[in-house]
C-alpha cells in the first residue's frame, strides 16, 4: 500500500491542525495505522494509532487528550485531529501501515511509510 502524509505546516502554540494519510493500492481496511513523528536531533517516537475498523486506538501519553485518531475507510483516509498544539509537538509525521497488534508503539513491524509532513509550532 502507498501511503501520502499531508497537512502539515506552521501553527502558534495553542493551535490545532489536522493531518491526513491517504492510502492507495492494497486492501486499505486490511491495515492498522499509526502515526510516528520525529522531531530534529530525536528518534522517532509513536503518537498514535487505530485498528482496521476504527474501533480501537491508542494514543502516547504525551498526545493523549489533545490528539485524535480517526479512520475512513471508505475514503482509504486516516485523520489526526491535533489540538492544543505545544511547540515540543514540532516534527515530522509520518504515517504507516502495520498488520498486527503486537509492538504496536515501536515502528518496527510497520511494513509501509508514507514520506511524512512537517508540523512546526511556534511559541
Known amino acids: 500500500v502507498q501511503l501520502q502524509a499531508s497537512g502539515g505546516g506552521l501553527v502558534q502554540a495553542g493551535g490545532s491542525l489536522r493531518l491526513s494519510c491517504a492510502a492507495s493500492g492494497r486492501t486499505f481496511s486490511n491495515y492498522i495505522i499509526s502515526w510516528f513523528r520525529q522531531a530534529p536531533g530525536k528518534e522517532r517516537e509513536f503518537a498514535a494509532a487505530?485498528?482496521?475498523?476504527?474501533?480501537?486506538?491508542w494514543h502516547a501519553d504525551s498526545v493523549k487528550g489533545r490528539f485524535s485518531i480517526s479512520r475512513e475507510n471508505a475514503k482509504n483516509t486516516v485523520f489526526l485531529e491535533m489540538n492544543s498544539l505545544k511547540p515540543e509537538d514540532t516534527a515530522v509525521y509520518y504515517c504507516?501501515?502495520?498488520?498486527?497488534?503486537?509492538?504496536?508503539?515501536?515502528?518496527?513491524?510497520?511494513?509501509?511509510w508514507g514520506q511524512g509532513t512537517l508540523v512546526t509550532v511556534s511559541s
Open positions: 487505530i485498528s482496521w475498523n476504527g474501533s480501537s486506538t
Open positions: 504507516a501501515a502495520r498488520t498486527t497488534i503486537g509492538g504496536i508503539a515501536t515502528a518496527r513491524g510497520n511494513v509501509y
